[in-house]
């Protein structure tokens, strides 16, 4: 599976929109991009997955761009409960995931 | 989303005690199973790949004779840590495939190990 360069952290104002970026340069063209949050001691959430159209769910947004390089998860209005660390992931379907560090990111009030 | 529930939450163990930790799919089928270790401040650690009515797979550098895995059933694998050492304190994650819509990993809560 691809590897994936996040930043190691990054802060956000509550009620601005959170852009969370995620470089995947080695992407192959069956591998989805995955995002996933883990907020301190709980097991991680799912948050949306694509393969190379951009999606919406009502959690986020993921952009993915068109030579699926790179993508930008966004939250559109982060809350104090969005504070975790995100991964980002790239995978074939049905594959194990192996995780990176993620990014941490601190809503500030 | 699917539920993936973990049992017990937290355990505290002896050395050289075995302790069961036990992942379940609440409300879908999940013919696979994964299991994930995590040290304070690091990442998530896939430890083995669980497969209903077969051998689970290991990933490199995980003892398959200290974490035994079975996954007798769609819906529940359990991991035992043999012969628990302080070391192996840890947090345990499972995660699972609904076999339905196989291209999103649900996970469990987690279960914390601490051994004395």
């Known amino acids: 599976d691809a590897k994936t360069t996040q930043p190691t952290s990054m802060d956000c104002a509550e009620g601005r929109a959170a852009n969370l970026p995620c470089n995947h340069s080695t992407i192959s063209g069956n591998e989805y991009v995955y995002w996933y949050r883990q907020i301190h001691s709980q097991g991680p959430q799912y948050i949306i997955h694509?393969?190379?159209n951009n999606e919406t769910n009502e959690m986020a947004s993921l952009i993915i761009t068109e030579d699926r390089k790179s993508s930008t998860l966004i939250l559109p209005h982060a809350t104090l409960r969005d504070t975790a660390v995100y991964y980002c992931i790239v995978r074939v379907g049905g594959n194990q995931f192996y995780f990176g560090t993620g990014t941490s990111l601190t809503v500030i009030p | 989303g699917a539920v993936v529930s973990q049992h017990p939450s937290r355990v505290i163990c002896k050395s050289g005690t075995s302790v069961k930790i036990e992942c379940r799919s609440l409300d879908f089928q999940a013919t696979t199973m994964f299991w994930y270790r995590q040290f304070p401040k690091q990442s998530l650690m896939l430890m083995a790949t669980s497969n209903e009515g077969s051998k689970a797979t290991y990933e490199q550098g995980v003892e398959k004779d200290k974490f035994l895995i079975n996954h007798a059933s769609l819906t529940l694998s359990t991991l035992t840590v043999t012969s628990a050492h302080p070391e192996d304190s840890s947090f345990y994650i499972c995660?699972?495939?609904?076999?339905?819509?196989?291209?999103?990993?649900?996970f469990g809560p987690g279960t914390r190990l601490t051994v004395l």
């Open positions: 995660s699972a495939h609904d076999r339905v819509s196989w291209d999103t990993q649900y």
């Open positions: 694509g393969l190379k």
